[in-house]
């Protein structure tokens, strides 16, 4: 079972509520086992992070990055996170809101071909 830090429970429940407009259309094909029949969640707690979705069964965490994660300390602190789940033996791939606005096929067949 993996760890989590309870603190930022409340955190995770209000990014669930305020989805952006990439993250609500990737979960509608993720939601309800739709890619080879597997359990995701979103806005799943891990460590001291909340990654956008996990499949707890491939060990797969899939994050949606707007604008704000190319700046220079972003990308910072989004390699000690990818490092984290590595580390816990999580494989994370990330995608770029533009990435499943304008190619959710694509999208879709990468994160298949890790299930």
């Given at each position: ?6 603190d ?42 909340i ?44 995608f ?20």
């Amino acid at each position: 079972m993996l760890s989590y830090n309870k603190d930022i429970k409340q955190l995770s429940r209000n990014l669930r509520s305020n989805m952006t407009e990439a993250e609500i259309l990737l979960w509608s094909k993720l939601r309800g086992k739709q890619l080879k029949a597997l359990q995701f969640y979103r806005q799943k707690i891990i460590g001291n992070y909340i990654a956008d979705f996990y499949c707890p069964k491939s060990r797969l965490v899939i994050e949606v990055d707007g604008g704000q994660h190319y700046d220079v300390e972003e990308r910072k602190k989004d390699k000690e996170r990818d490092d984290y789940m590595a580390k816990t033996g999580i494989t994370v791939l990330r995608f770029s809101n533009s990435d499943v606005l304008e190619n959710i096929e694509v999208v879709l067949k990468i994160i298949w071909s890790k299930l």
